[in-house]
């Protein structure tokens, strides 16, 4: 190297030109957010801010701007907080569409609840060993009571900042050996018990509401309806159009999803695209469920969805639970969100007696065990039980 040097076989001033360009690059890399130019003229980007969240920041040109980029994150790269980990590791899941960004006000919620609230977020990572993480973990869990249904999300962030901090070199942790290791028992989790009248409808409620509901055809009535004949989620009501209906069969295509603005405001919009992969089905329709869209297509024929209010205004999915509501109070009957509806349609199908592949279908499942265990509740009658069990045990 050093003969290299002495007789000019090596450009010392190119190498050292190259380790700059490739330490620029990576530090640009790091950046979550994008850079572009506005209408003015200038360029702006996004930095990460521990009480707003990001801020705004612009320059002249690109090369001020991306200079600027590279000197936070110089500043940065050494020791970041858990929270400037936590926002590059959602936007990037964000960039790379890896989740939606109603998912990711989700995690920005739970992220306030559990890291924000405890002061963990202040945290730097180099400063954090596993003892620490499982002090954290351990007391969340105790102090919000949580279920594990509740630990999975809080795990699931745990996991994604401490992956991207290993990635990056900021921490040698292993989550995920971390995880494997740890040893909290089921009984630690707070256990929600449920009941039958909570879940769905029970077998002689079914046809009071069915009954209600075909009297008075409003659209919130005919939604409700809907439900109950289809099983779909109340996003997926909400967002049908005409052309989604084929006599037998209706088209899940699209789904209502609520989500934070790029000003931080919540909206409601339609997403060209089902919930899930499973939830993109045809679903097949019982006669009542074709009369119900009848009814629905011969109120509103030219409107762009299904469910459109008097000013011809999309009805959103939030409306149809506070319908429900309402009948269940007019019924005299236990109160029940719209997604119960939901569950005691999944319940019809499994006591009928139907193929597993054909209830993970009009359900939208991508297993029947989602299906069984978290969808079935049974709704018979103590009546009908008796004389079941009675038929059953003859000792």
């Not at 960039?95 to 939606?100: D, G, N, R, S, V």
């Not at 074709?290 to 000013?311: A, M």
């Amino acid at each position: 190297m050093h003969y290299a040097l002495e007789n000019g076989m090596i450009d010392l001033a190119y190498v050292q030109e190259q380790i700059e360009l490739n330490k620029r690059k990576e530090l640009l890399e790091k950046h979550p957010y994008r850079i572009w130019e506005g209408k003015d003229g200038k360029w702006y980007t996004y930095f990460p801010d521990n009480d707003a969240k990001r801020v705004l920041r612009k320059r002249k040109t690109k090369q001020d701007l991306e200079k600027l980029v590279c000197n936070f994150w110089e500043k940065k790269a050494e020791n970041p907080t858990i929270h400037e980990i936590f926002n590059m590791w959602i936007q990037k899941k964000l960039e790379y569409k890896e989740i939606q960004k109603g998912s990711a006000d989700r995690y920005e919620g739970d992220f306030t609840r559990f890291f924000v609230n405890s002061g963990f977020s202040k945290r730097h990572i180099r400063q954090i060993e596993e003892d620490d993480i499982e002090d954290f973990v351990r007391s969340q869990i105790a102090e919000h009571g949580l279920s594990i249904k509740t630990y999975s999300g809080l795990r699931i962030i745990v996991k994604g900042i401490f992956q991207y901090a290993k990635k990056y070199k900021w921490t040698d942790i292993s989550i995920s050996e971390f995880f494997g290791d740890l040893d909290i028992s089921r009984n630690t989790f707070k256990k929600k018990m449920k009941e039958r009248e909570d879940e769905v409808l029970a077998e002689d409620e079914i046809p009071k509401v069915v009954e209600y509901l075909k009297s008075d055809p409003t659209v919130w009535n005919l939604g409700v309806l809907l439900i109950l004949q289809t099983g779909l989620r109340v996003g997926e009501l909400s967002a049908l159009k005409r052309e989604d209906w084929h006599g037998d069969i209706l088209k899940v295509r699209r789904h209502e999803v609520r989500m934070k603005n790029a000003d931080g405001k919540n909206i409601v919009c339609v997403r060209e695209l089902a919930k899930t992969e499973a939830g993109v089905r045809d679903i097949v329709l019982s006669d009542g469920g074709k009369e119900t869209l009848s009814r629905l297509v011969n109120r509103n024929p030219n409107g762009t969805y299904l469910f459109e209010n008097s000013s011809g205004k999309r009805i959103r999915g939030n409306t149809f639970n506070k319908r429900l509501d309402t009948v269940l109070k007019k019924l005299n009957m236990h109160h029940r969100s719209i997604h119960k509806l939901r569950k005691t349609y999944c319940t019809m199908l499994i006591d009928a007696g139907c193929e597993d592949a054909v209830i993970m279908n009009q359900m939208g499942h991508a297993s029947i065990e989602t299906s069984r265990k978290y969808y079935y509740f049974c709704n018979r009658t103590k009546q009908h039980q008796a004389e079941q069990i009675r038929k059953a045990i003859m000792i």
